[in-house]
């Protein structure tokens, strides 16, 4: 597996995110979400993407089981944002309200450490920025944690450019998460040159567009009742119609290169600078072996041009309402 940098911290080329395991996707498999973990060492995919909130905290539990005896193989990114101090694994209704205190930051990373089995964090996101604290208390705590050696590298997810530039003037930020994909180029116009700009890197997450770029489905029918894309903005309604004619052109694309629609659109991540680490998101082997072929898909100048020539743009927001207005803080 090819290796990048995030700043200073060298992972895979591709990452793994492993919160369909647990949550939000449907239907779950936990000796399969285990297996795919260790599949992915085994290719040299080393950096896992996890968080407090999926589950809640049932998938850092996993990735806790299916790291053990190999901690030190795997770079670990883990996410806090809301309180978790009477969270229940898996009830969504135990999860409190968005904290980002200092306090709140102290007491959020012993659970994790305890959940992961391990004594340190390689990449700790804050993951949606508070708006009722500032930046500065939030990282100036991560900072601190570093500083004890419980987290070696701090993140933000979802953070606005002016907001980038606070944090890192508190501590170094490495990496900032934000979704990405050849739907959702938003980050080209202010937070990819921001991150850029300070020397940040950048983690892309749903590149595979929730799996529709993938055509691993093609109506919200098709998933199961629990599966929270079924209620998706782009995947319901005109919206869905629109969109299948886009995931029909990445399908044609790929096909012409012989290569598999997700390789097509994660390639064009990879493409977008080295900088860049996508951690698509799977629960199976079979998935994570096609997306870490990606890695050595070549995109020809010619391709890159082709692809913004004929993609038709996406239709309907990445998130209802709600989610929304918790980005680009």
């Not at 200092?102 to 804050?126: C, N, P």
Request: glycine residues 10%.
């Amino acid at each position: 597996m090819k290796r990048r940098k995030l700043r200073d911290l060298e992972v895979s080329a591709i990452g793994l995110g492993c919160m369909g395991m647990s949550a939000f996707y449907g239907s779950t498999d936990e000796e399969e979400g285990i297996k795919t973990i260790e599949r992915a060492r085994e290719l040299g995919v080393t950096l896992l993407d996890t968080a407090q909130a999926y589950g809640p905290l049932t998938n850092e539990i996993l990735v806790g089981r299916a790291i053990k005896g190999h901690r030190d193989e795997y770079v670990i990114a883990t996410k806090f944002s809301s309180r978790m101090d009477a969270g229940v694994p898996g009830d969504m209704s135990s999860i409190g309200p968005r904290d980002g205190s200092a306090a709140h930051v102290r007491t959020s990373i012993e659970g994790s450490l305890e959940r992961l089995g391990t004594d340190y964090i390689d990449l700790y996101f804050q993951h949606r920025v508070d708006p009722k604290v500032p930046i500065e208390e939030t990282v100036g705590a991560m900072a601190e944690l570093v500083e004890a050696g419980k987290v070696r590298h701090i993140g933000l997810s979802e953070a606005a450019p002016e907001t980038i530039r606070r944090a890192n003037a508190v501590h170094p930020i490495t990496a900032v998460q934000t979704e990405y994909s050849l739907w959702s180029r938003d980050p080209e116009a202010e937070v990819l040159p921001t991150c850029r700009e300070l020397e940040i890197g950048f983690v892309p997450y749903s590149p595979l567009g929730r799996g529709f770029l993938a055509g691993r489905f093609t109506s919200p029918d098709e998933l199961d009742e629990n599966d929270f894309r079924r209620g998706g903005p782009r995947f319901t309604g005109e919206n869905l119609e629109a969109n299948l004619k886009l995931a029909a052109k990445v399908k044609e694309i790929a096909n012409e290169k012989g290569i598999m629609p997700a390789q097509l659109a994660l390639a064009w991540v990879l493409a977008r600078g080295d900088d860049l680490v996508p951690i698509p998101g799977t629960k199976r082997r079979t998935y994570l072996e096609q997306n870490a072929g990606a890695v050595e898909v070549e995109l020809t100048e010619d391709d890159l041009a082709l692809i913004d020539a004929e993609l038709p743009e996406p239709a309907g927001e990445r998130y209802d309402e709600a989610g929304m207005a918790g980005v680009n803080l």
